[in-house]
């Protein structure tokens, strides 16, 4: 009998051409969010931030940022926005990338959103190839998928981060599946340092708590770019960060 094979991505950020190509040889492509492109700390002349002020002012942002001076990287920011009307200067961006990258969405896509994205405008640019899933499950290819989307709330301001209670909320709503997707990682110390950032990243104590209570076969996440483990087990569940898909360009492959 013949196998079936899922192409999962996570942490799009804009690369919409390898996109394209996610799902050849695939019969589905799961999508983690973190679609949109705010600012690439690896390339600071790329994103919405870098469009708007230019490269010089994106690097002293990521500097703030990355030296943890978070005040000091929120007074920059405004002194910049002052005098532009930044919610519809950012949204026309966000439109713009999201027009280009769920078109090169391939059929069929589930996809969860990521803490950078704008869950309210995903709606407008879904094909009728693309299944948008957060707190829901579905089945594909005979096994049950679990899809939790966002991240929780940090000195960063993200557009979607929520509470740990929303997010618990969802986590069980979900309930047992087969294949638990989540745009972050569970509260695991390797699974959530970032060796390039030199931080720990906000991951979940109650998707931690559902991989050891229901135990399914993956649990699969993105959001930490460059993590200190990308692959361990809890209890019998393998868990998987399936890599920074803007800088690779590659998808994560399971097969069963």
């Known amino acids: 009998m013949p196998g079936f094979r899922v192409h999962v991505v996570s942490d799009v950020h804009g690369n919409a051409k390898d996109l394209a190509r996610a799902g050849d040889g695939a019969d589905a492509v799961v999508c983690l969010g973190d679609l949109v492109l705010f600012l690439d700390y690896a390339d600071h002349a790329r994103g919405i931030f870098p469009d708007l002020f230019g490269k010089a002012n994106a690097t002293r942002l990521v500097?703030?940022?990355?030296?943890?001076?978070?005040?000091?990287?929120?007074?920059?920011?405004?002194?910049l926005w002052a005098g532009i009307d930044r919610g519809p200067a950012v949204?026309?961006?966000?439109?713009?990338?999201?027009a280009e990258l769920f078109a090169a969405f391939p059929a069929p896509t589930y996809a969860t959103y990521g803490n950078v994205d704008i869950p309210r405008l995903w709606p407008e640019y879904a094909g009728p190839g693309t299944t948008v899933l957060d707190g829901e499950r579905v089945e594909i290819g005979g096994r049950v998928f679990g899809f939790v989307g966002g991240g929780l709330r940090t000195p960063m301001r993200t557009p979607y981060e929520i509470s740990d209670e929303e997010y618990a909320a969802k986590i069980e709503a979900v309930g047992e599946v087969d294949?638990?997707?989540?745009?972050?990682?569970?509260?695991?110390?390797?699974?959530?340092?970032?060796?390039?950032?030199?931080?720990?990243?906000?991951?979940?104590?109650?998707?931690?708590?559902?991989?050891?209570?229901?135990?399914?076969?993956?649990?699969?996440?993105?959001?930490?770019h460059q993590p200190l483990v990308r692959r361990m087990r809890i209890g019998s569940t393998e868990c998987v960060n399936v890599g920074h898909f803007a800088s690779a360009g590659r998808p994560w492959t399971l097969e069963w």
């Open 179 to 224: 294949v638990l997707c989540t745009h972050i990682p569970p509260e695991v110390p390797e699974l959530v340092y970032d060796t390039v950032a030199r931080r720990f990243e906000r991951g979940s104590r109650a998707l931690l708590d559902a991989i050891r209570r229901t135990r399914p076969r993956y649990s699969l996440f993105g959001h930490v």
């Open 63 to 79: 500097e703030l940022r990355t030296a943890r001076r978070f005040d000091e990287a929120r007074t920059f920011g405004a002194s």
């Open 91 to 98: 949204e026309s961006a966000v439109r713009k990338q999201y």
